[in-house]
Structures are given as C-alpha cells and as structure tokens.
C-alpha cells in the first residue's frame, strides 16, 4: 500500500507537481512558522511540514519515497533545517520576505521549559505574587558564552570546515545516489572546536554555567487549573546563535475541603438535620478571603434530601474581570433520625403536625389468606458477599466438588 503521509500533511494529491506542493507548502508555512504561531501544536506542525516538503521537493527523495515509503529514507541524515527551507520562499528565514527582519536569517529558539505550580483555591480566587526558584543554564560571564576567554582560543572545526555537519553520498542503487548529512562528531555540530588549555577556567569551555533563578509569578484573580503563566526567554542559554526558550509555568490546583470548582462557579455540600430541613436553619460559611456568610432559611421553606440551592455573586471571581462573580451552590443532605431515637409518644406528635398520609385501601386475597410481612435491616456488601458465595458452591457442584480445571479419567 502506498504510503501517503507527506502528502496528507502538505493537502496535496500524489500525482501534484511541483508547482503545486510549493503553493501548498508556502501557504501552510506562513500559517503554521513559529514566528508567526507561537504554540507549541503549531511548531510541532511546522516540523512535519518541512519533512514533507523537503522530500517531495527533492525529485530523488520524492521517488524514493514513492517506490519504499519512509522506511527508504530513515538511513538518510537531516537535510535542511525548517529555517532553511522558509528562506527559499522568503529571502531569509522567519518572516523576513514579509517587512520582518530583512534577509538575514534569525537566531533559533531554544526549547520551552515547563514547571507546574501547586496553588490553593483561595490563592486563585484572591490573587498572589508567588516566588519559582529555578536551577538554569546561563552564558557564562568570564567568556561570553564563547568557552574560552582567549582570542584566538575559538577555532574553525577542520574535519567539517565550520559547517558543523559532514556530507556523504551512499550508492543505494543502479545510478541512484543519496545525500546522507549527518552531526560532525568532532565538534558535535558547532562548527568550532576549543583546544583544552584554551578553555574558559570558569565554565571549563562548555559556555554556560548553572546558576539560581527566581521568577516571581503572578497569580491573577480568577486563574484556573492548568492556566500556563510564560515568561518568555527565561529558559536555559545554550549558544550565541540560540534565543533561550520560554519558562512555562502551568498552574496546579490542590483539591480544597468545602468548596469544589465548576468554570466561575463553586460548590458545596451542607448537611442538615430532619428537624433543621423542617423547622428552618441557620449555618455558616467562611468564603475562600475569609469572609464569614450566614445562611438562613425560614421555617415555611421544607429542603429535601438533594436540593441545591444558590447564592449568587459568592462565586470565583472571572479571570481578568474580577468584579464579575460566579454562583455559589450548595446541595444540602438531610440526616434522618436513627432507630429508636423517636419514641412512640414523639411519634404521637408527629401525626398531629405533619399532613395527614394518604388512605390506604387494603386489597381483597383471592386465597383469604392475610400474610404480614417484617422489615429488616440490609446490607449491601454482606448481601454481595452472600452471592458471591452462593455461585462459588454452585460452581463447585458443577464440577462435581473437584476443583475447576482438575477433569476425571473417562474410560
């Protein structure tokens, strides 16, 4: 079966021309290139489309692909980076063909850091300035992040002549030749290398050093759980050429005793008696800036088992709208009294306040016989328990009280 990742990615059907995958590419470039569309789905995106692009460009790769798939490129090295491939259609790398930065192409960015954060619900709701500690690779003063604090102690890589790569040629068939680009192994794709004794005594060549960093995030009021905060460029510095990535810092609720959270609005459960749920109740609440709130309820308002009820603009408070407030709701159980503890006499008076049940008419037995049934007390669990049991013996009956798999001779 043919393979047709490449040119899914790029929307185009696999007899396009190459005019046609340099369209679809151009325009898929320009809405999906990391200076254009920061998130990280789209960077991801970006990646595979200059795979595809940098295959199906090229008239040798694309055959190979068409006749083996992936599987015949996978012994092929890296062929030109995302930037290079950009610059092609627009003078220089990002977005520099379209009044960005001229011809000249741009430093990479580093990788984004990511650090969850752990935060209470107050601290969502009321807002707060809390310190991140962070352990980092920074430029190292001595040497400028060059490793050697010598001027002519930064050398041109001889094996690779600077480039930082090898180019080989692999016969890979009757007059095919593929282009392999792989990491010079001498200077680990820098393009330079430091002679020992001329390396930065404080970072020992390496250009950066590890060093503390303290971010000071702020939580506004009305954040969420995995809201991310982004500092940008505060990651860690790995070369001249390379702009540091971001720290992301991804918001981690703890779970809180009273209150859950539903979008802007909490919840909570109270627990009343009968005698409360009948008679009126007043109960109270410590809010999350711990404000006190006193809930009443007349006696002429009956709460049943379940009910929710609501209190308006006690909510979370909205994320960059803070005086706009969610609802607060609260789901009331009601305790019921225990066996025994309403005497017959208590029970005497219950009749008289409470409305009157409905008639009951007894039905006529068809064999004359009046049976009276007794009520008792059950247990889910023992009761599950009891079955379980129950099929374990039939079970062993089945087999003939041998056990299960253990079959007898048959003469």
């Known amino acids: 079966m043919p393979d047709n990742k490449f040119y899914d990615i790029l929307g185009v059907a696999r007899d396009a021309s190459e005019?046609?995958?340099?369209?679809?590419?151009?325009?898929?470039?320009?809405?999906?290139h990391p200076d254009k569309n920061p998130d990280p789905a789209a960077v991801e995106k970006f990646k595979e489309l200059t795979v595809a692009y940098e295959v199906l460009s090229d008239t040798e790769k694309r055959e190979l692909y068409d006749k083996y798939g992936e599987e015949g490129l996978k012994e092929g090295g890296a062929g030109f980076s995302p930037d290079d491939i950009f610059s092609l259609f627009f003078g220089g790398g990002?977005?520099?063909?379209?009044?960005?930065?001229?011809?000249?192409?741009?430093?990479?960015?580093?990788?984004?850091?990511?650090?969850?954060?752990?935060?209470?619900l107050e601290d969502l709701y009321k807002g707060k300035v809390q310190k991140l500690a962070l352990q980092k690779s920074s430029k190292c003063p001595d040497c400028a992040g060059k490793g050697s604090t010598s001027k002519d102690g930064v050398k041109k890589c001889d094996d690779c002549h600077g480039q930082g790569f090898k180019v080989i040629h692999r016969q890979i068939g009757p007059g095919m030749v593929q282009k392999l680009q792989s990491q010079c192994p001498s200077c680990k794709g820098e393009g330079n290398v430091?002679?020992?004794?001329?390396?930065?005594?404080k970072c020992k060549g390496n250009?950066?050093?590890?060093?503390?960093?303290?971010?000071?995030v702020n939580i506004d009021k009305g954040m969420k759980h995995g809201q991310k905060i982004v500092f940008p460029e505060e990651g860690d510095y790995e070369s001249p050429d390379i702009v540091p990535g971001d720290v992301i810092v991804v918001l981690v609720q703890k779970e809180h005793p009273v209150f859950q959270r539903d979008g802007d609005d909490l919840v909570m459960e109270h627990e009343l008696t009968l005698l409360e749920a009948l008679t009126g109740f007043t109960f109270y609440i410590t809010h999350l800036d711990g404000r006190v709130i006193t809930v009443k309820n007349p006696p002429t308002q009956i709460i049943k088992q379940g009910d929710i009820k609501c209190i308006y603009n006690e909510g979370m408070p909205g994320y960059k709208r803070p005086f706009e407030k969610g609802r607060l709701f609260i789901k009331f159980n009601v305790v019921f009294p225990t066996s025994g503890q309403i005497t017959p006499e208590n029970?005497?008076?219950?009749?008289?306040?409470?409305?009157?049940?409905?008639?009951?008419?007894?039905?006529?037995?068809?064999?004359?016989?009046?049976?009276?049934?007794?009520?008792?007390?059950f247990d889910t669990k023992q009761h599950s328990h009891s079955r379980s049991s129950a099929y374990d013996d039939d079970d062993e009956d089945q087999h003939g009280g041998h056990p299960q798999g253990v079959s007898c001779a048959q003469q």
């Open 347 to 377: 029970a005497k008076l219950l009749e008289k306040i409470l409305p009157k049940p409905k008639p009951v008419q007894k039905p006529v037995s068809h064999d004359g016989i009046d049976e009276e049934a007794v009520l008792h007390d």
């Open 207 to 216: 250009k950066t050093i590890q060093e503390k960093k303290t971010l000071e």
């Open 94 to 120: 990002g977005f520099g063909g379209f009044g960005g930065r001229g011809g000249r192409r741009g430093p990479r960015k580093g990788e984004p850091l990511q650090h969850n954060l752990k935060v209470t």
């Open 194 to 201: 430091i002679r020992e004794k001329d390396r930065c005594p």
């Open 19 to 32: 005019t046609d995958i340099k369209k679809a590419y151009r325009k898929l470039a320009i809405k999906y």
